[in-house]
């Protein structure tokens, strides 16, 4: 395998602020009355560039990479932190401040909704638009096309202009356009987070298929569940420059665990200001283990406790728990007994059993339910905590595969030896 993308020294600076669309002569008028305006003031004439860092943003700093042929790799990071940017200069939208790119082969890409395509264009116009533009002529684009529209799934609106789509519309004829038109280098930016459950699937098993064949794949996205599945090579971002660069599950547990704000406890005193609204108001949320208990391991119980006020005369209330991981799942959703309160403070306390969760961090959603039928209330990540490893019974010390990891019990037995029986 050879080298698909080479990254060297790779910049690209913003300047913040308005901007303005002069006319060239404009623009050389207010510069001579500038210069002319300090002349006769006797100052210096200097480059107002020297005083414009404060307002100049890289977007990216000093990035250099390799990407081989056939890997599919992973680009992660925070909002901002030049994955997009990235994207866009590998695509060729937009040029590098410093730095040079080389690559081999053609480059396909999906950056956002509708990225390619010409809004008064039909879908079927868009598609050959799109090949041209790879370099492929129209016998090739020819030979795909029933794929593409098989897998848009949008043969209905074929010969309607694209600026009548909708986002969804959007996202599957522009993922089955640069999937299905076999470019050398495929670019993928989040398409994931729009369209429905099947089609997103249809998406992930379509770029398994492209990265067996042997093409290349970046993939950006803010589902680590997705980067884990698809990539085996992850690079995390952080304010323009790479601060990780290695095997997809140490990557993405480095960024997950960087970015965990760890919230074991949250008090409101004053039931004017506490969160809620006019039925009722957030008092309490502690997550507490037993005494002694210094870390949460996946051994250790924990209790999930929450104190609201209610302002609803004789209501019937009860309290949801939902517990995610930090790539989004849901790992389980308790409620409480429904029961009916006056007038004051109300405690719910969660019992989570020990040898139940997985090593990984955990956030908490609890919605306030009314008549057992509709939410009146809910708080996001009201509580955050870390579980870790613990002692294993056995010498493999890798990652632990599934969601949870339950201590089961199991009946083993030894029924009746072999006699007289040749093995193959």
Request: some cysteine; aromatic content about 8%.
């Amino acid at each position: 395998m050879g080298t698909a993308i080479s990254i060297e020294k790779l910049g690209k600076k913003y300047r913040l602020g308005q901007v303005h669309t002069y006319l060239l002569s404009e623009r050389i008028g207010h510069g001579l009355h500038s210069i002319f305006r300090k002349l006769r003031r006797g100052s210096p004439v200097t480059n107002s560039s020297q005083n414009s860092s404060v307002n100049e943003l890289w977007a990216l700093k000093d990035l250099s990479m390799t990407i081989q042929e056939g890997e599919v790799i992973g680009i992660i990071g925070k909002n901002g932190a030049g994955k997009s940017t990235l994207l866009k200069i590998l695509s060729r939208i937009t040029e590098p401040t410093t730095g040079q790119i080389s690559f081999e082969g053609r480059v396909g890409s999906l950056l956002e909704v509708g990225t390619g395509f010409h809004q008064e264009l039909t879908g079927r116009e868009n598609i050959f638009l799109n090949g041209a533009i790879l370099g492929m002529s129209r016998a090739e684009i020819q030979k795909k096309f029933d794929e593409i529209v098989d897998f848009s799934e949008i043969e209905r609106f074929l010969d309607t202009p694209v600026k009548r789509y909708s986002s969804g519309m959007y996202v599957r004829l522009g993922f089955a356009v640069a999937a299905h038109l076999e470019p050398e280098i495929l670019i993928v930016d989040e398409v994931l987070a729009v369209g429905d459950v099947q089609f997103q699937k249809k998406c992930l098993g379509k770029m398994e298929n492209v990265a067996k064949e042997g093409r290349t794949v970046l993939f950006v996205s803010h589902n680590m569940s997705a980067i884990r599945d698809l990539c085996k090579r992850a690079v995390c971002l952080d304010s323009g420059r790479c601060v990780e660069d290695g095997e997809v599950n140490a990557v993405v547990s480095k960024y997950l665990q960087k970015n965990a704000n760890s919230i074991h406890e949250a008090v409101w005193e004053d039931p004017r200001t506490a969160p809620g609204n006019q039925k009722v108001r957030l008092h309490r949320a502690r997550l507490s283990m037993p005494q002694g208990c210094t870390s949460i391991t996946i051994r250790t119980p924990m209790d999930a406790e929450f104190e609201y006020w209610n302002f609803i005369p004789d209501a019937r209330l009860s309290l949801s728990l939902h517990l995610y991981n930090l790539e989004g799942m849901c790992i389980f959703n308790s409620d409480s007994t429904p029961r009916n309160y006056p007038i004051g403070l109300i405690r719910d306390i969660c019992h989570i059993p020990g040898d139940l969760l997985n090593d990984g961090t955990y956030r908490i959603m609890i919605m306030i339910v009314q008549e057992n039928s509709f939410g009146i209330y809910e708080q996001e990540d009201i509580l955050v905590f870390d579980v870790h490893e613990g002692e294993r019974n056995s010498n493999w010390y890798g990652k632990w595969p599934g969601a949870v990891r339950p201590v089961l019990n199991w009946t083993t037995e030894f029924i009746t030896p072999l006699k007289n029986i040749e093995l193959l």
